[in-house]
């Protein structure tokens, strides 16, 4: 089967450096992404990673190691506002470009 | 260049009536994908669709649910003889092809229908 595993729940304090890492175990793999949802709205799009290494996108960075199945995000300086679940999804690439998510991480930022 | 549309935002249904969930994708966009999300939960890949075509449908329900995107017209996510634990929100995503480049592994979200089962 296919999963993808990460913390359910992160608490952070303002202007800390907070981490949600990613294992994934899944049948093919085109690219890890990760998404951020506000309660009540839809989940949009953050960061992407199709190889190896740390991409930047502003205060959010996303690392991935093929050879590990695993990844994170990373969120520097956090406020109020970044609270939030977080989820991060894989393009399994059987031919059919199927997105499977993990079932989110529930960030909490404290003041 | 208009996002990924859903409606209805809120659909109440009775015990065993049907609701129609339909989903208009970004212009462009020839893959919708149907996911369902339960409160507190992560999103659950039911259906994943190309024009015309059932690409994977292996997290659909096999009795009840069926989906569909027609050569014209949104895509739609038809549920018979709802019962109360369909009540949830189902989210539809839409992506450009592959071949767009690295960024075509982004998915474009609509903000959902929240069905709820009375």
């Known amino acids: 089967g296919q999963s993808l595993e990460q913390p359910s729940e992160v608490t952070a304090v303002e202007g800390a450096i907070v981490q949600i890492n990613c294992t994934y175990q899944t049948s093919g793999f085109y690219g890890l992404s990760w998404y951020q949802q506000h309660d009540g709205g839809a989940p949009t799009f953050l960061s992407y990673?199709?190889?190896?290494g740390l991409e930047e996108t502003g205060r959010f960075s996303s690392f991935l190691s093929r050879s590990d199945s695993y990844g994170y995000l990373l969120l520097q300086e956090p406020q109020m506002k970044d609270s939030a679940s977080y989820f991060c999804?894989?393009?399994?690439?059987?031919?059919?470009?199927?997105?499977?998510f993990g079932k989110g991480t529930r960030l909490h930022i404290l003041p | 260049n208009a996002g990924v549309m859903q409606n209805p935002r809120h659909l109440v249904r009775r015990r065993g009536q049907e609701a129609r969930l339909r989903c208009s994708p970004m212009k462009g966009h020839s893959h919708v994908y149907w996911y369902r999300q339960l409160p507190e939960e992560g999103l659950k890949f039911m259906v994943y669709l190309q024009k015309e075509n059932i690409i994977d449908e292996s997290g659909m329900p096999k009795e009840r649910f069926s989906a569909e995107f027609p050569k014209e017209g949104p895509s739609i996510l038809r549920i018979q003889q709802v019962v109360r634990g369909d009540s949830a929100a189902y989210f539809c995503?839409?992506?450009?092809?592959?071949?767009?480049?690295?960024?075509?592994?982004?998915?474009?979200f609509g903000q959902g229908t929240r069905l709820t089962v009375v």
């Open positions: 995503a839409s992506s450009p092809t592959r071949e767009t480049g690295a960024r075509g592994t982004e998915a474009f």
């Open positions: 999804a894989v393009r399994v690439n059987l031919g059919d470009d199927k997105i499977i």
């Open positions: 990673n199709g190889l190896d």
